[in-house]
């Protein structure tokens, strides 16, 4: 039996449904539909595997994978792992496949496999809406999945291995030259950003020309304090009942 370690209340006690099969430094617990990683599991095999497998449960915390430091091969296929999962520092681990989740976000997530994982070679997102292929995304064409690569060989410069596909050394090269260039902005990122840039104050609108506005000033006047502009645009609604241009004093405004 492996050394006993303390683990939260968070994570799972054992149940009937409870069998995991276990061989060689191969752990299998598959189906179980468990939200985190059963007690029993952590205390009797954390320190004699190497392997192991909790595909096709509910996932959503891996909280106690730390208490694995052997580990060298994780499967996390058919879960429900998103964004806010937390994978602990495991030196060994060279392989992990976390197909079918729930993961957005690629770049928080290579910054965590980045320093949570130094050896890893192997990588599966398949299913993952931060894997942008026709798996996850109907709308998505060969050249979306080709610049998601380009970008996780940049960050991940050991991988030999990514998704179905080996790196090859002409992807390595091109990532190298183009991968901090191919970063994901996904659309909740945008409308972040539209509404940040839309939150200052806007400029007041008017109609008038900046001249009119900037020729308003209040005039000196001992009554009040108004406010007249110069200058003003409007129809004239006044006739003219003058002698002086005796050929004009019937036309009125409305005949014009």
Not at 241 to 253: A, K
């Amino acid at each position: 039996m492996a050394d006993k370690q303390d683990t939260t209340d968070l994570i799972t006690k054992s149940s009937d449904s409870f069998k995991p099969t276990f061989q060689n430094g191969e752990l299998s617990y598959l189906g179980n539909d468990v939200e985190s990683i059963p007690r029993e599991i952590i205390e009797d095999y954390c320190n004699i595997t190497s392997r192991l497998d909790l595909s096709f449960n509910r996932l959503i915390t891996l909280q106690g994978l730390e208490h694995f430091k052997y580990l060298k091969e994780l499967v996390l296929d058919n879960n429900e792992l998103d964004d806010s999962v937390v994978f602990p520092h495991l030196k060994d681990l060279q392989t992990l496949t976390i197909n079918k989740n729930k993961i957005r976000d690629l770049t928080a997530l290579l910054d965590q496999l980045e320093s949570s994982f130094p050896n890893l070679n192997y990588l599966s997102l398949l299913g993952n809406e931060a894997c942008p292929n026709q798996l996850s995304s109907s709308d998505k064409d060969e050249e979306d999945y080709q610049r998601y690569r380009y970008y996780v060989l940049y960050r991940l410069s050991k991988l030999k291995f990514l998704d179905s596909t080996q790196v090859s050394s002409a992807e390595v090269s091109e990532a190298k030259r183009v991968g901090p260039y191919q970063k994901v902005v996904r659309p909740q990122d945008l409308i972040e950003s539209s509404e940040s840039s839309s939150s200052s104050p806007p400029a007041q609108y008017t109609p008038l020309p900046s001249e009119t506005l900037d020729n308003t000033a209040p005039q000196d006047n001992k009554e009040d304090d108004v406010l007249v502009p110069r200058s003003y645009w409007g129809k004239n609604r006044s006739k003219y009942l003058g002698r002086n241009s005796e050929g004009n004093r019937f036309i009125t405004d409305g005949i014009l």
